[in-house]
Structure formats: structure tokens, C-alpha cells
């Protein structure tokens, strides 16, 4: 089993920024991929960004001028730097961290964000 923590969110004005952080410990894999979702009220659970262990992202297009995901070299903690948040990015954001043999996704509790206009 993996755990995931976690932290970072809150309340924001439209316009501001938020820097999540996400933690995985216990039965962690050397080939992993950690990233972040999102699930906006009323809507699917939507990809935010991903990072494999050797650093390479994948960003979802249209939030890749705002939002930017790393990772600690080396560690299983993933971060979503989040810039000009809007009214729209307002969801729970929860943390992914995926094993490839065999595959396997954990999902952190998730953790609110809600910006205000």
C-alpha cells in the first residue's frame, strides 16, 4: 500500500496563487508516476499534470501556462505550482501515484481549493 499526503489548499482571490504539495510513503516502487487531478463540483475527475521518476511531465495544454508540477529529485513528494487561478479552478485536487508492475493507482483524500471572484 501507499499513503498520500496531501497539503497546500485553500481559499484564494481570483488572480492568486497556490503551491500544492503531495507526499507518498510505505510500499513505494523506484518506477513510479506521481501527478495531480481535479474534480470540479458537478464534473468528471479531470488530469491536471503528471511526472514520472526521471523527471519527464506531462501537462495538461491548457492549464500549462499557469500550472507547472515537480518533484523532488530522487523522492516520492510531488508539488503543483498553480498561477492566475480563476473562478474555473476551483475543485478538489487530488494526488495520483501510479506503479507500473503491475499497475496500480493510489489516490490521496484530496485537498480543496476554492478561488473566489
Known amino acids: 500500500q501507499v499513503q498520500l499526503v496531501e497539503s497546500g489548499g485553500g481559499l484564494v482571490p481570483a488572480g492568486g496563487s497556490l503551491r500544492l504539495s503531495c507526499v507518498a510513503s510505505g510500499s513505494t516502487l523506484s518506477t513510479n508516476r506521481m501527478g495531480w487531478f481535479r474534480q470540479a463540483p458537478g464534473k468528471q475527475r479531470e488530469l491536471v499534470a503528471t511526472?514520472?521518476?526521471?523527471?519527464?511531465?506531462n501537462e495538461r495544454p491548457s492549464m500549462k501556462d499557469r500550472f507547472a508540477i515537480s518533484r523532488d529529485s530522487g523522492k516520492d513528494i510531488v508539488y503543483l505550482q498553480m498561477n492566475g487561478l480563476t473562478v474555473e479552478d476551483t475543485g478538489v485536487y487530488y494526488c495520483n501515484y501510479r506503479t507500473y508492475k503491475p499497475i496500480i493507482d493510489y489516490w490521496g483524500q484530496g485537498t480543496p481549493v476554492t478561488v473566489s471572484s
Open positions: 511526472i514520472d521518476n526521471a523527471g519527464r511531465a
